[in-house]
Each structure stands twice: as C-alpha cells, then as structure tokens.
C-alpha cells in the first residue's frame, strides 16, 4: 500500500509565500514523476508543477517565476515553495506520483488527500 501525505496548507496573505509537502510512504520500490495540482471551487484540477526522478521541472504558466518545485529522493518527499501569492491561487492542493511498489511492479499514480491553500487579506 502506497500513500501520499500533504502537509503545509492554510491561509496567507496576497504576496506572501507557504511551503507544500508530500511525503509518500508505503512497499515503494521506485518514484518516478512527481508533482502538484490544484482545484479551485467550480473549476477542473489542473497541473502547477512536476518533477522527474532526475530534477527536471516543468511549471503552469500561471505559477512560472513564483513557485518552486524540488524533491527528496531519499525522503520520497516533494515541495512546492510558493511565492507571490495571489486570490487566484487560492485551491485545494494535490499531491501525484507515479510508483512502483512492491505489490505493483509497475509505475501507477496516487494521490494525495488535498491541502487547503487560501490567499486572502
């Protein structure tokens, strides 16, 4: 059983920073892609920002130069330093990643349970 914790939510202010976490746990054998996403009420959820297991990153143009995404291999931890904040920022949170585990021998996507992240004054 793989699972995929968020922590670091909550309410900033417009132009503040908070920091996401998400440490996956579980028979993981591998980690492959990892990333963020986030829903804002009545929209879809959308991709902001993903990493591969060699640092390579790739952001949404609505985030690029504000937010920041690394991981922790050795951890199985991802991050997303956000900057900059905006009301339009404001989302529940996702983390994703593609695992291998040892029931799965093959790389499959969990998620995450979701962190609140609100920008407001």
């Known amino acids: 059983q793989v699972q995929l914790v968020e922590s670091g939510g909550g309410l900033v202010q417009p132009g503040g920073s908070l920091r996401l976490s998400c440490a996956a746990s579980?028979?993981?054998?591998?980690?492959?892609?990892m990333g963020w996403y986030r829903q804002a009420p009545g929209k879809q959820r959308e991709l902001v920002a993903v990493?591969?297991?060699?640092?390579?990153?790739n952001y949404s143009d609505s985030v690029k130069g504000r937010f920041t995404i690394s991981r922790d291999n050795a951890k199985n931890t991802v991050y997303l330093q956000m900057a900059s904040l905006k009301s339009e920022d404001t989302a529940v949170y996702y983390c994703?990643?593609?695992?291998?585990?040892?029931?799965?021998?093959?790389?499959?996507?969990?998620w995450g349970q979701g962190t609140q992240v609100t920008v407001s004054s």
């Open positions: 994703n990643a593609a695992v291998m585990s040892v029931t799965y021998r093959l790389f499959r996507a969990y």
């Open positions: 579980g028979s993981i054998l591998s980690i492959s892609a």
């Open positions: 990493i591969n297991s060699g640092g390579s990153t």
